[in-house]
């Protein structure tokens, strides 16, 4: 059974930094897509960033394009999303996906199948 455990939120002042991290168990990371997306209260979830399967193709959305780095660690079966110049608007509930395959896809709704319990970032001063 494919399972994903995210970690890493906090709270941090405008203009700082995070990083979440994204565990994978019951898959290797060459076998599956990983997806990161966010949901703040009462707005409808959005895709952040995504990796394929072999690592070599990433995408962002509009949003977090220059300050939000999508990477993995196959060692640990992990991937990253490396934050930076937070903003108050990037408040949210942040949740990685995955789905057997090569493809990753940040579109909305979210076609993955296996979702993480989600780590909370708060970006305020």
């Known amino acids: 059974q494919l399972q994903l455990v995210e970690s890493g939120g906090g709270w941090v002042q405008p203009g700082g930094s995070l990083r979440l991290s994204c565990v994978v168990s019951?898959?290797?990371?060459?076998?599956?897509?990983i997806g990161w997306f966010r949901q703040a209260p009462g707005k409808e979830r959005e895709g952040v960033s995504c990796?394929?399967?072999?690592?070599?193709?990433?995408r962002y959305a509009d949003s977090v394009k220059g300050r939000f780095t999508i990477s993995r660690d196959n060692a640990k079966n992990t991937v990253y999303l490396q934050t930076s110049n937070l903003k108050p608007e990037d408040t949210a509930s942040y949740y990685c996906?995955?789905?057997?395959?090569?493809?990753?896809?940040?579109?909305?709704?979210?076609?993955?199948?296996?979702w993480g319990q989600g780590t909370q970032v708060t970006v305020s001063s």
């Open positions: 996906a995955a789905n057997p395959g090569f493809w990753c896809t940040i579109v909305v709704p979210p076609e993955y199948d296996y």
């Open positions: 990796i394929t399967s072999s690592g070599g193709s990433t």
């Open positions: 019951g898959a290797t990371l060459d076998d599956v897509a």
